[in-house]
């Protein structure tokens, strides 16, 4: 170790004290002992804020288009005029938040802090604040559009309306949207014109036509200004239905956008007798035997021009001849309803035979040697069953002129009150009782009365208020009660060959429920023609007959004993009782 002299240690504190005085010295004396700022923190506060006396604010460029930028300047001073010192801190804000952003904060070198505007898509003019410390500057920077864009289609609202008079909407706000050449909305005010074309547009709308925004003399034209950017027109329906499209133009500097909006479906008028009708799931149901065998039951409702899609709401009533069936139900936005059909009590009515039902009857009866009455107590329409429905529309007619009206001396389908045709003959009879619908309460029905009816009438008499009405033939059928083959007996030669027809009918003999099966089979021979056989769906009309050969398979050039063949029908269904197998005798030599 080296031992300091007493002399070398004085010089050395000396020179340590003397460091500590000039470092005391440069930061000041303190009550705490801590550096001068807050007390009791390390942080600074920025050298120079304090004393700043004035900002001068500019951007470059002060005018810009939507979504560009400008650069925002602060100069920051003293008093004296003096730059404040680097690192001062600078906040800027804007206006409207809505305008654009800004770099929130900057620090100053050489007196100036720096930030940068990033204008929005709005157009119009946003003012920026600095501030240092206490003070305060502004700066203004005007937005513009760019002087060219784009026009293009947004919406129809609805995008389906009824025609006028029809009881739907009638009216439909049809939206453009204008965009500058960056793709954001013009200033507002922006001038655009509208074309429509449709049906009957070019009539005035006193006349029935369609018009684009206000009643005037030009029906297909129309002008209006952008807010936000989009431009609205309204179209209004006429009394003719069809598909109308609106085309929009704009027009910056020289050039000229254009845009079409999709089609606008202008129909819903009143349900027309011409466009209804029913449909079902099945027609043939064993209501004879079986209760709750069910058909879903729909209802297809339009106007004239073949319009579903603003029929949402109408009201279709539903009545039968036999079993059941939901009383009313509401058409959905296609036009269309269904209903829950099913077998039970009442059977179909007992209608009186026809002459064709009585040949029918007679050549089965020669045919099979079977004994079905011909008095008309059992034949084949006994087991169909009428479907009602109704809805309040109007008649049927031909718009000759295609003004959308009828007009008197144009053709039309003349209806009564509805009715329940239980003998399918197309009239309402009292016997059979066939029930009506009273539609104006006075107690009697009525028939057709000579003018059309319909929403706008104006013949002498005429209904504007009219129920119409369509219906559908179901058929309820039993087991199998007829069930027989001619011949019932047979000798067949050798090589020779045998024709045979098989019945299968209910006991007004109609064919079987739907899905029942009829298989020929016979023991010796051979069999051609219909052994098989798979009843359809369908309202029949007559029991099923099969047509079918049995020949020798086996001729012989010699004699030979005779053999014995028995053909059998066999009959099976899942829903009714079906035949007994019945058969057919004889030889094949």
């Known amino acids: 170790m080296i031992k300091m002299q007493p002399a070398n240690i004085m010089s050395l504190r000396l020179i340590i004290l003397t460091a500590f005085l000039m470092l005391f010295s440069a930061c000041g004396a303190s009550d705490s002992g801590l550096p001068n700022g807050t007390a009791g923190t390390t942080g600074t506060t920025a050298t120079g804020a304090a004393s700043a006396s004035s900002i001068s604010l500019t951007a470059t460029p002060s005018s810009i288009m939507t979504t560009a930028t400008s650069g925002i300047q602060a100069t920051v001073t003293t008093s004296t005029g003096a730059n404040v010192t680097d690192g001062t801190s600078v906040t800027f804000t804007l206006s409207s938040s809505l305008m654009g952003t800004i770099t929130s904060t900057a620090t100053t070198s050489s007196g100036v802090a720096a930030?940068?505007?990033?204008?929005?898509?709005?157009?119009?003019?946003?003012?920026?604040?600095?501030?240092?410390?206490?003070?305060?500057?502004?700066?203004?920077?005007?937005?513009?559009?760019?002087?060219?864009?784009?026009?293009?289609?947004?919406?129809?609202t609805p995008q389906v309306i009824g025609i006028k008079g029809g009881g739907q909407t009638a009216s439909s706000a049809v939206k453009f949207l204008v965009k500058d050449i960056n793709g954001n909305p013009v200033v507002d005010g922006t001038q655009v014109s509208f074309v429509m074309s449709g049906p009957s547009g070019g009539k005035l709308p006193s006349a029935g036509g369609e018009y684009v925004g206000d009643i005037d003399a030009s029906p297909t034209t129309a002008t209006a200004s952008t807010v936000g950017g989009n431009a609205t027109v309204t179209l209004n329906s006429g009394s003719v239905a069809g598909p109308v499209t609106i085309a929009a133009s704009v027009t910056f500097g020289s050039q000229t956008f254009s845009a079409s909006s999709a089609a606008i479906s202008i129909g819903g008028g009143a349900p027309s007798a011409s466009h209804f009708n029913l449909a079902t799931t099945k027609f043939n149901l064993p209501g004879l035997v079986k209760s709750d065998s069910q058909a879903t039951i729909s209802a297809y409702v339009a106007d004239r021009f073949g319009n579903y899609n603003v029929l949402t709401g109408?009201?279709?009533?539903?009545?039968?001849e036999a079993g059941a069936i939901d009383n009313s139900n509401v058409t959905d936005a296609t036009g269309k309803t269904t209903v829950t059909f099913r077998t039970q009590a009442p059977d179909p009515a007992e209608v009186s035979i026809t002459a064709a039902e009585t040949t029918l009857i007679n050549n089965l009866n020669t045919?099979?040697?079977?004994?079905?009455?011909?008095?008309g107590s059992y034949h084949p329409r006994d087991g169909w069953v009428t479907v009602l429905a109704s809805v309040q529309g109007e008649e049927a007619f031909e718009d000759a002129n295609a003004n959308g009206i009828y007009d008197s001396g144009e053709t039309f389908s003349d209806l009564g009150e509805p009715f329940v045709d239980k003998d399918d003959d197309g009239v309402r009879d009292t016997s059979p009782f066939e029930e009506y619908i009273d539609v104006n309460g006075n107690g009697s029905y009525n028939a057709p009365n000579g003018v059309w009816?319909?929403?706008?009438c104006a013949g002498s008499g005429c209904l504007s208020s009219k129920m119409i009405w369509t219906s559908i033939t179901l058929a309820f059928t039993g087991n199998g009660y007829y069930c027989a083959i001619s011949p019932s007996n047979f000798a067949i030669a050798n090589g020779g060959s045998q024709s045979f027809s098989a019945m299968v009918g209910d006991i007004n003999a109609n064919r079987l429920v739907s899905g029942a099966t009829i298989a020929v089979a016979a023991s010796v021979g051979t069999l051609a023609g219909q052994t098989s056989h798979t009843v359809p769906d369908g309202v029949p009309s007559g029991p099923s007959v099969l047509s079918f050969n049995l020949s020798d398979s086996a001729p012989t050039t010699v004699a030979a004993p005779a053999a014995v063949s028995i053909v059998t029908v066999t009959v099976t269904s899942s829903e009714v009782v079906a035949c007994p197998p019945f058969t057919a005798a004889g030889t094949i030599q």
């Open 115 to 156: 930030a940068t505007f990033t204008a929005g898509t709005t157009p119009g003019t946003v003012t920026v604040t600095a501030t240092s410390g206490s003070i305060t500057q502004t700066a203004a920077v005007v937005i513009s559009a760019p002087s060219t864009g784009s026009l293009e289609y947004v919406s129809a």
């Open 314 to 320: 109408t009201s279709v009533s539903f009545y039968a």
């Open 367 to 375: 045919t099979f040697t079977t004994s079905i009455p011909t008095d």
């Open 453 to 456: 009816d319909g929403p706008g």
